[in-house]
């Protein structure tokens, strides 16, 4: 009896830490990039321009606000939602043959289904932007003319992250790391 009762002990204690463990999971951090395509071009325009990766970053910057206006796809804390940012947005640019340019967008982005602040509705962080592309959301009148038409094809990826302190759990969620001892 001694033993089945150290057993059953070890066994609630067990199932009381997977259970702690369970609800101490917070949702990841989504990171998405997606990559437009140029195929036509004219790259010897974007290395004479010498503010180029400014204004390329404030164009896809104007573009993905003017898609979260609608769509909530930016992410990021309440504070970081309400600057002029979007999900700490990173974009580069780069030549990929003699007239085809990529440009590439990372940003924090939030979950799936995104909601429409207009509307009772619902979509994907994908759809829109492509929606978007489609629309010609990414074909600018500024600087960035030079790269002409996008191609109508969008790349996307995603990750999910934790912040320092926690593991990633279940492809897209956190759990604290347990400490020493436990």
């Known amino acids: 009896m001694n033993l089945l009762h150290s057993i059953s002990i070890i066994c609630s204690l067990f199932l009381l830490k997977s259970v702690l463990a369970f609800v101490e999971t917070v949702p990841a951090v989504r990171v998405v990039r997606f990559q437009v395509d140029y195929p036509d071009a004219d790259v010897s325009l974007v290395n004479k321009h010498n503010k180029w990766t400014t204004i390329l970053r404030n164009s896809v910057l104007a573009s993905l606000r003017f898609i979260n206006k609608h769509w909530l796809i930016c992410g990021g804390t309440e504070l970081e939602k309400r600057s002029n940012d979007c999900g700490k947005l990173q974009v580069s640019g780069e030549v990929v043959e003699n007239n085809h340019y990529r440009v590439n967008m990372t940003f924090v982005a939030e979950r799936d289904p ?17 929606i978007g592309l489609k629309g010609g959301i990414f074909q600018y009148t500024n600087a960035l003319r030079a790269l002409g038409k996008p191609s109508q094809v969008l790349s996307f990826d995603e990750a999910f992250f934790c912040y320092r302190g926690s593991t990633l759990y279940q492809q897209d969620k956190c759990r604290k790391e347990a400490e020493r001892g436990e």
């Open 114 to 130: 995104i909601r429409n602040s207009k509307v009772d509705a619902t979509s994907t962080v994908f759809g829109v932007v492509q």
